[in-house]
């Protein structure tokens, strides 16, 4: 449980052997590269997963670096540069065509990773005109099928504006005569119809308005004009809120176009049905466009690595970081298979290196948190997930303190974790508070819990799920009180791991004089506010301040400053006082979790045990767990969170440190397994 320790690598290797080192160091999976522009100042990492277990033996893949993606590259591309470029738009396309071809199967969520060797990913590089072939395919048909789609909804718009003029048999193309013009279109109001007549009467005279059709919601009219009034009339028509028809002037009557476009709906139904078929026998190449998207992906990992690396006409040099117990692996493998010099060098005592954190499979699982808040620094911290790990397990199942809660969390994880295997980032989560569920269990036993007060209600008070401890409901006194107990203890070890840090670095004695004395403040404190003790509580406070007033200016010359810093630092008491308070939020959560629940179960037994009351018991009691769940393990995460973060990072951890984050084969659809030769 701790910092993997590192060192430091430097290879100088010939230059014509740069690509092929580049692949092994991929396929080990064990070397973070420096680049020129890197710095020893650290940031936080993004919290990308490094996969060691406890041997380690996992970073080191396969060893066959005859065979690897320079020699399909040698044969396809000439220029790195332009290749690459046109690789990272075959992946957007491939990308595209992945996602549209799964939706089309029929399938839900995301793509389905696939299992392969590298030999099958260096088949679909050496396949990849033929793939791209298949890709530009699969893009052509969804092209038309668009087109296809847009031209259907064309015709669609057309058959609604048609379709109230069906009956006027007048051919739209028919503007008018030699003497006079036509406008055929509609009006909103009946309203509309007199202004019109009486604006036409007055300005152009020469004018007859024939109604087609009228109803409540318009009315289809035709307007004949005499020509040299053509203009007034449009006028008019614009001023009245006049809607022209905007398919007059097309060949034939309203009927005539409705019938060809229902003809043309028919044809591109069929091509519709057509293209559709062909876009599913594309669905098979899925596989293939994975393989090819994932083999470009690793070349643009490779292309990025290999423009950072220094060199010379004849040689390469790089350098970099690889964990101790996996620098000999590396040794041995670039020796044995390249013309290479290799060092390495134990990180120096001060020498910031980038972070790997080594834990049994538990503890590991709560790594995503300390990676939330930021890495550790590899000089002046330790690994606080060994003693984060149980607090967090501890404070999260008290603050959800369900066994029924803690049951379905749990089950939701498990899903995840086993059957849908979620990775990354959902798949840590998952890991962590699956974990967690199970600690509200048992505080859910501790409290006397199952969904809230489930068995009482639905049995009307016969059965009685006991508390193995006490009900928090009735006794909120005795949680507050328990709640800051633990939160002193909490304290305790983030104060006592300060402690330990301090003796690390030589300074044993500042740990003993700053930090101790706070112990004998606390707990005397603590004894007296009790009554606990008699006078020990007082004698032990006055002790530790006793302490903190002689030594906490010790850094001073002049005494009489000594003893006023000294005093000052007896004040951080109102740090401390505020830190423990903090830990009422416990109770406030404990209560919430609880009286929400139980009024859910009121509220869905209102109608009591008949069939009616049966099936609402039932609907409510699905929406109110569940989003009480969904509310409680929230508050528990982000509160169990701060008291992590706040009270207790605050008592001796920096952070500041990076995670170790080694050049490797990074894939999107496939997970690469070893070839059965090098097994």
């Known amino acids: 449980m701790s910092i993997v320790k ?106 389905q990773l696939q299992s392969a060797t590298d030999r099958q990913l260096l088949e679909a590089g050496s396949r990849e005109q033929e793939i791209r072939k298949m890709l530009h395919e699969t893009e052509r048909l969804r092209a038309s099928l668009d087109d296809l789609h847009s031209q259907k909804a064309q015709q669609l718009g057309r058959y609604d504006l048609l379709l109230p003029w069906q009956g006027l048999e007048v051919d739209l193309a028919v503007r008018g005569t030699a003497r006079t013009s036509l406008f055929i279109g509609s009006l909103d109001t009946v309203d509309q119809i007199a202004e019109l007549k009486e604006a036409l009467r007055q300005e152009a005279p020469e004018s007859h308005v024939e109604i087609f059709r009228q109803d409540e919601a318009h009315a289809l009219l035709a307007v004949v004009v005499w020509q040299p009034r053509e203009n007034t009339a449009q006028s008019v028509l614009r001023r009245i809120g006049f809607h022209q028809m905007p398919l007059q002037g097309e060949q034939g009557t309203a009927g005539q176009l409705l019938e060809a476009c229902h003809d043309r709906v028919k044809n591109i139904d069929l091509e519709i049905a057509s293209m559709r078929g062909q876009l599913t026998d594309m669905i098979g190449n899925i596989g293939d466009f994975q393989l090819l998207h994932d083999f ?54 001060d020498e910031e290196h980038p972070i790997l954190l080594k834990n049994p499979k538990p503890v590991k699982a709560y790594e995503v948190i300390v990676e939330m808040f930021s890495a550790p620094s590899s000089v002046k911290d330790i690994d606080p997930a060994p003693l984060l790990a149980p607090f967090f397990f501890f404070f999260f199942g008290m603050m959800l303190s369900d066994v029924g809660y803690g049951l379905l969390l749990s089950a939701l994880c498990g899903v995840l974790i086993w059957k849908v295997k979620a990775k990354g980032e959902l798949g840590r989560m998952a890991r962590m508070l699956f974990i967690s569920g199970i600690g509200s269990v048992l505080w859910g036993l501790m409290f006397g819990g199952f969904f809230g007060n489930m068995l009482t209600t639905l049995s ?92 906490g200016g010790r850094d001073a010359k002049n005494p009489i400053m000594r003893l006023l810093k000294g005093l000052l630092s007896i004040y951080n008491i109102t740090s401390y ?40 018991f039932i609907i409510v009691a699905l929406l109110g767990h569940t989003l009480n769940l969904a509310l409680s393990a929230l508050s528990a995460y982000v509160h169990t969170s701060r008291l992590q973060y706040v009270e207790f990072f605050s008592k001796f951890y920096e952070g500041g440190g990076r995670l170790w984050k080694p050049l490797s084969r990074k894939t999107k659809y496939v997970e690469l397994k070893r070839d059965e030769a090098a097994s």
Do not use: C
Request: zero cysteines.
């Open 577 to 616: 006082f505020s830190d423990i308070l903090s830990y009422t939020r416990i109770l406030a959560l404990v209560l919430a979790t609880s009286v929400i629940a139980m009024v859910v179960n009121l509220l869905g037994f209102l109608l009591g045990p008949t069939p009616a009351g049966i099936i609402v």
């Open 460 to 551: 009307d008070g016969k059965i009685n799920m006991p508390a193995l401890w006490f009900d928090p409901m009735s006794d909120p006194t005795r949680l507050m009180i328990w709640s800051m107990i633990f939160g002193v203890i909490h304290l305790f070890a983030g104060m006592g791991a300060r402690i330990y840090i301090l003796a690390r670095a030589g300074k044993l004695v500042d740990g003993l004089l700053d930090i101790a004395p706070w112990y004998l403040i606390i707990i005397g404190l603590g004894l007296m506010l009790g009554g606990i003790g008699g006078q020990l509580g007082m004698y032990t406070a006055l002790a530790g301040a006793a302490v903190l007033l002689l030594f």
């Open 6 to 111: 590192m060192s430091k690598i430097t290879v100088i290797g010939m230059a014509e052997d740069k690509s092929n080192v580049i692949d092994a160091l991929m396929k080990l999976g064990a070397v973070e590269l420096e680049t020129e522009a890197e710095t020893s100042v650290f940031t936080t990492g993004d919290g990308a997963e490094a996969n060691l277990d406890d041997d380690l033996e996992d970073y080191v893949g396969p060893h066959e670096f005859s065979t690897d993606f320079a020699s399909v590259e040698q044969t396809a591309v000439s220029d790195e540069e332009l290749e690459h470029t046109a690789s990272l738009d075959a992946m957007t396309r491939l990308e595209m065509a992945i996602e549209y071809l799964h939706d089309l199967s029929g399938k839900t969520g995301k793509p």
């Open 296 to 349: 470009y992906l690793i070349r643009s990992e490779k292309y990025k690595a290999m423009k950072n690396i220094s060199g010379s006409r004849s040689t390469f040099w790089l350098t970099g970081w690889v964990p101790d117990v996996l620098a000999e692996d590396v040794v041995r493998d670039l020796s044995s298979s390249f013309m290479t010099a290799v060092d390495i060098r134990k990180a120096a005592k």
